[in-house]
């Protein structure tokens, strides 16, 4: 899909679209860090009962819960990804700026991608691709810190159970 330099005047439809996937977007942003606060304070909660009950299985339990947190943030990942596209597509065909609108709110290595994407001409491939993204770049904070965590309290975990003699449950 090629940029025109052409815009073209937005009408009703695509103003309320546009509104709609600029708030979609800020909701998705909300629910994510909500996502993740229930799950990281969940994940403090049983680290303090497996210090109070000294059960090493417990942090397997909180491994687990970091788990849930990267499944359900990459899931609300490739939703924001949709969005950021859909609001890419149509700031090309409506902005006559396109350097102080959605994307640059959010930009980075996400508009790049969807930038690149966008210039995919098989429909089926670029939906593919949209769906993807979030798989092959996932984000620090939302999967590398958590996948982090959950390795270190999975290892703390053995070496509790293992040598220092915790019970496992």
């Known amino acids: 899909m090629a940029t025109s330099n052409k815009q073209q005047e937005i009408d009703k439809f695509h103003e309320i679209e ?3 996937i600029f708030d979609g977007t800020l909701a998705l942003h909300n629910l994510r ?6 799950f990281g304070t969940a994940n403090i909660a ?3 009962i497996m210090i109070n009950s000294q059960k090493a299985g417990m942090l ?5 819960l970091l788990w849930a947190a990267m499944f359900v943030d990459l899931v609300i990942m490739s939703f924001l990804a949709r969005f950021y596209y859909r609001g890419f597509i149509l700031q090309e065909k409506f902005s006559p700026n396109t350097r102080s609108t959605f994307l640059l709110i959010f930009a980075g290595q996400r508009e790049d991608q969807i930038r690149q994407i966008a210039k995919i001409s098989d429909e089926r491939k670029r939906i593919k691709a949209i ?3 979030n798989i092959k770049t996932p984000t620090i904070s939302g999967f590398w810190l958590p996948l982090l965590a959950s390795l270190v309290e999975i290892a703390i975990g053995l070496i509790l159970w293992l040598y220092v003699g915790w019970s496992l449950f």
């Open 18 to 20: 546009m509104q709609k």
């Open 33 to 38: 860090l909500q996502a993740s606060t229930l």
């Open 46 to 48: 049983t680290l303090g």
């Open 60 to 64: 397997l339990f909180a491994a687990a």
């Open 131 to 133: 769906r993807w993204l």
